[in-house]
């Protein structure tokens, strides 16, 4: 059956789609219903079943036949070792860390934040948490010490798991400072911390609150797995709102598990046993959903992967896992593979290994800019999908479904809306638009499973943040259009849809035009404050390796091809060639901050900012054109 039969098997009958996709799970107490409404547009799946997230991942694995499978590759090239672990090794290794919480007084139900850097411990924590059903919570490793003290008044952990350091190619990140300056911060206290040492940097343990990694072990009896209810939420993740605190996404369990599991075979085209790799971060949603949960309660092997694109050691790091570890689905965000191809622009790196085992490259986190998936064609010779989904759906929205049909790419575009996704372009009056206009994405609700019900203890926050714009729809916060394919197109972010002189534009329309300039390795265009004509863009490039060409030369070239691509409505006019682009620690550009700092505006230091240096470097640049003003 391929994908259009699929779509509207779902479309037809979304309650018996969803319980026969639901037969895959192994259950404690089976669901008799798919669908419970709630009211007034709240939802959820599954709720009168009962199951357990660990057994799923593990044990039944263990169970079935593949006890000897290798469940977790741990590949760091900052450390230089490789690590494997059995399924039946981590059913060892996660049922002893359950025990040790559930010794210290965690139980189902019970908060506890994660704060731990790319090891296996990393993903062992979270599914012994899921084995006894407490509620984790992981924050990204190395966050500031106010942003993990936030999270930790909202979610009021009993326990903080954490590693003594973090490691960067070039610096060792201590954690421990950084997490006892939190709960020193925040009003409310963690009953214990269980710390792993690191050798490369090991830390101090107080005395009555933290306990060893592994001396805590000693002698504890290892946990079982606790059945909790559908509805239970598996964890919190906290994704960044535009005002003030952060939003912390709920995903609950039985929805995460069925949804999940079916996108392993059906997007991603791998089968239990298959290598599966996502290089991301256990702190981002693709940490959760593909290097922990995903490839393990689908029987796969998956990687845990600790250093860069590039310089751990060199722009060749992907290509050698990939064919070291026979690796068959990869999955990155642009942003990496325009690392990878700035710093190797001819793609010589790939033909050092063998990557015949690679069926398909995988991208998503931002808009995939149609130059780097041609280049990623071109040099890998292999599918390259780009792929839509949020924090807070927790897996693709739209996307091409290799494993039932391989449709085909068109460049610009994720491709088709996934079965339990009913997407609709919207004008702002909340009517639905033609093929080819440009609007606000929103999907009819109710949403499918595994996405969130609501927001952590902010039920108002959730129905203002998503519900209310378009009533009887979630509001995804981008803009983008259909064709009259169906093939959906993210043009941008809502808010980077800039009006110019009465003229609605899109910055990622412009960035496309501006990555296909030969020496452009990677660009962002944001709408700046213009006196005349309200907003204007603004676009800034980094060039590729071993481009020496005058960069007035370039700029003119940026603003001729984008007058003749878009026309002159467009009113671009200034490029300006930097160094480097302020960015998340997951890789999104940070186009916001570069507007405020542009315009002038008090905006507060982002707290996923990768270097804050770069900040000062990009207002230099922008006050050579006039921006960026110092009051």
Same mark, same amino acid.
């Given at each position: 059956?391929?994908?259009?039969?699929?779509?509207?098997?779902?479309?037809?009958?979304?309650?018996?789609?969803?319980?026969?996709?639901?037969?895959?799970?192994?259950?404690?107490?089976?669901?008799?219903?798919?669908?419970?409404?709630?009211?007034?547009?709240?939802?959820?799946?599954?709720?009168?079943?009962?199951?357990?997230?660990?057994?799923?991942?593990?044990?039944?694995?263990?169970?079935?036949?593949?006890?000897?499978?290798?469940?977790?590759?741990?590949?760091?090239?900052?450390?230089?070792?490789?690590?494997?672990?059995?399924?039946?090794?981590?059913?060892?290794?996660?049922?002893?860390?359950?025990?040790?919480?559930?010794?210290?007084?965690?139980?189902?139900?019970?908060?506890?934040?994660?704060?731990?850097?790319?090891?296996?411990?990393?993903?062992?924590?979270?599914?012994?948490?899921?084995?006894?059903?407490?509620?984790?919570?992981?924050?990204?490793?190395?966050?500031?010490?106010?942003?993990?003290?936030?999270?930790?008044?909202?979610?009021?952990?009993?326990?903080?798991?954490?590693?003594?350091?973090?490691?960067?190619?070039?610096?060792?990140?201590?954690?421990?400072?950084?997490?006892?300056?939190?709960?020193?911060?925040?009003?409310?206290?963690?009953?214990?911390?269980?710390?792993?040492?690191?050798?490369?940097?090991?830390?101090?343990?107080?005395?009555?609150?933290?306990?060893?990694?592994?001396?805590?072990?000693?002698?504890?009896?290892?946990?079982?797995?606790?059945?909790?209810?559908?509805?239970?939420?598996?964890?919190?993740?906290?994704?960044?709102?535009?005002?003030?605190?952060?939003?912390?996404?709920?995903?609950?369990?039985?929805?995460?598990?069925?949804? !999940?599991?079916?996108?392993?075979?059906?997007?991603?085209?791998? =089968? /239990?046993?298959? %290598?599966? *790799? $996502?290089?991301?971060?256990? #702190?981002?949603?693709?940490?959760?959903?593909?290097?922990?949960?995903?490839?393990?309660?689908?029987?796969?092997?998956?990687?845990?992967?600790?250093?860069?694109?590039?310089?751990?050691?060199?722009?060749?790091?992907?290509?050698?896992?990939?064919?070291?570890?026979?690796?068959?689905?990869?999955?990155?965000?642009?942003?990496?593979?325009?690392?990878?191809?700035?710093?190797?622009?001819?793609?010589?790196?790939?033909?050092?290994?063998?990557?015949?085992? !690679?069926?398909?490259?995988?991208?998503?986190?931002?808009?995939? =800019? /149609?130059?780097? %998936?041609? *280049? $990623?064609?071109?040099?890998? #010779?292999?599918?390259?999908?780009?792929?839509?989904?949020?924090?807070?759906?927790?897996?693709?929205?739209?996307?091409?479904?290799?494993?039932?049909?391989?449709?085909?790419?068109?460049?610009?575009?994720?491709?088709?809306?996934?079965?339990?996704?009913?997407?609709?372009?919207?004008?702002?009056?909340?009517?639905?638009?033609?093929?080819?206009?440009?609007?606000?994405?929103?999907?009819?609700?109710?949403?499918?499973?595994?996405?969130?019900?609501?927001?952590?203890?902010?039920?108002?926050?959730?129905?203002?943040?998503?519900?209310?714009?378009?009533?009887?729809?979630?509001?995804?916060?981008?803009?983008?259009?259909?064709?009259?394919?169906?093939?959906?197109?993210?043009?941008?972010?809502?808010?980077?849809?800039?009006?110019?002189?009465?003229?609605?534009?899109?910055?990622?329309?412009?960035?496309?035009?501006?990555?296909?300039?030969?020496?452009?390795?990677?660009?962002?265009?944001?709408?700046?404050?213009?006196?005349?004509?309200?907003?204007?863009?603004?676009?800034?490039?980094?060039?590729?390796?071993?481009?020496?060409?005058?960069?007035?030369?370039?700029?003119?070239?940026?603003?001729?091809?984008?007058?003749?691509?878009?026309?002159?409505?467009?009113?671009?006019?200034?490029?300006?060639?930097?160094?480097?682009?302020?960015?998340?620690?997951?890789?999104?550009?940070?186009?916001?901050?570069?507007?405020?700092?542009?315009?002038?505006?008090?905006?507060?230091?982002?707290?996923?900012?990768?270097?804050?240096?770069?900040?000062?470097?990009?207002?230099?640049?922008?006050?050579?054109?006039?921006?960026?003003?110092?009051?």
């Amino acid at each position: 059956m391929g994908y259009h039969e699929t779509y509207k098997r779902w479309q037809d009958d979304p309650e018996a789609y969803w319980l026969e996709q639901a037969k895959a799970i192994d259950w404690t107490e089976a669901p008799t219903k798919a669908l419970f409404e709630k009211g007034e547009d709240l939802y959820e799946w599954f709720a009168d079943a009962k199951v357990n997230g660990c057994y799923n991942a593990v044990d039944r694995h263990v169970a079935n036949g593949r006890a000897d499978q290798v469940a977790i590759i741990h590949d760091s090239p900052i450390t230089g070792t490789k690590t494997k672990f059995t399924f039946a090794e981590l059913q060892t290794r996660v049922a002893a860390v359950a025990g040790v919480l559930r010794a210290n007084g965690i139980g189902k139900g019970d908060r506890v934040i994660i704060y731990m850097p790319m090891v296996p411990e990393a993903v062992e924590a979270m599914l012994a948490c899921a084995r006894i059903g407490a509620v984790h919570s992981v924050v990204f490793g190395g966050f500031a010490a106010n942003e993990l003290a936030v999270r930790i008044n909202d979610c009021t952990p009993k326990a903080i798991i954490a590693a003594s350091c973090g490691l960067e190619p070039n610096r060792i990140v201590a954690y421990k400072p950084l997490l006892d300056s939190a709960i020193e911060q925040s009003q409310h206290k963690p009953d214990f911390c269980l710390i792993l040492q690191r050798e490369q940097s090991k830390c101090d343990l107080i005395e009555g609150r933290d306990l060893d990694w592994h001396a805590a072990q000693v002698g504890v009896a290892p946990a079982d797995c606790v059945p909790v209810e559908g509805n239970h939420p598996a964890y919190i993740l906290y994704t960044s709102g535009t005002t003030g605190a952060p939003k912390g996404v709920i995903r609950q369990t039985a929805g995460h598990l069925v949804a !999940l599991n079916w996108t392993m075979k059906n997007i991603y085209d791998v =089968d /239990p046993g298959d %290598v599966f *790799w $996502a290089a991301s971060d256990v #702190g981002w949603v693709v940490g959760h959903s593909y290097i922990c949960y995903g490839p393990l309660i689908h029987g796969n092997t998956t990687i845990v992967f600790e250093g860069k694109p590039v310089g751990t050691p060199d722009a060749g790091t992907f290509w050698r896992i990939i064919s070291e570890h026979n690796v068959r689905s990869f999955f990155t965000a642009p942003t990496a593979i325009r690392a990878v191809k700035r710093e190797d622009p001819k793609g010589e790196e790939i033909g050092k290994y063998d990557i015949s085992c !690679l069926r398909a490259l995988y991208l998503a986190g931002e808009r995939a =800019d /149609p130059d780097t %998936v041609v *280049w $990623a064609q071109n040099k890998l #010779g292999k599918p390259v999908y780009d792929h839509w989904w949020q924090t807070e759906t927790g897996y693709t929205i739209a996307g091409n479904p290799a494993g039932l049909e391989a449709l085909p790419v068109k460049l610009g575009s994720p491709t088709v809306p996934m079965p339990g996704y009913d997407v609709q372009i919207l004008d702002e009056a909340g009517h639905r638009q033609s093929p080819g206009t440009l609007g606000a994405i929103a999907i009819k609700l109710p949403l499918p499973p595994g996405t969130l019900p609501t927001l952590w203890n902010a039920e108002d926050r959730f129905r203002k943040s998503y519900l209310t714009t378009f009533p009887g729809y979630y509001e995804t916060g981008d803009a983008g259009m259909i064709d009259e394919d169906g093939y959906l197109y993210i043009m941008a972010r809502t808010d980077d849809v800039i009006n110019v002189a009465g003229h609605r534009l899109s910055t990622g329309a412009m960035e496309e035009i501006l990555a296909n300039h030969p020496d452009v390795a990677e660009c962002a265009v944001v709408g700046v404050s213009d006196a005349l004509k309200g907003q204007i863009p603004l676009g800034l490039v980094c060039l590729s390796k071993g481009v020496n060409r005058p960069h007035d030369v370039i700029s003119a070239e940026c603003a001729k091809m984008v007058r003749e691509q878009i026309g002159p409505v467009a009113a671009y006019k200034v490029t300006l060639v930097v160094d480097r682009l302020p960015k998340t620690r997951s890789g999104k550009i940070l186009r916001a901050t570069i507007v405020k700092l542009a315009d002038n505006e008090p905006f507060k230091m982002p707290a996923t900012i990768d270097d804050p240096d770069i900040l000062d470097e990009i207002k230099q640049s922008l006050q050579t054109v006039g921006y960026a003003a110092e009051v």
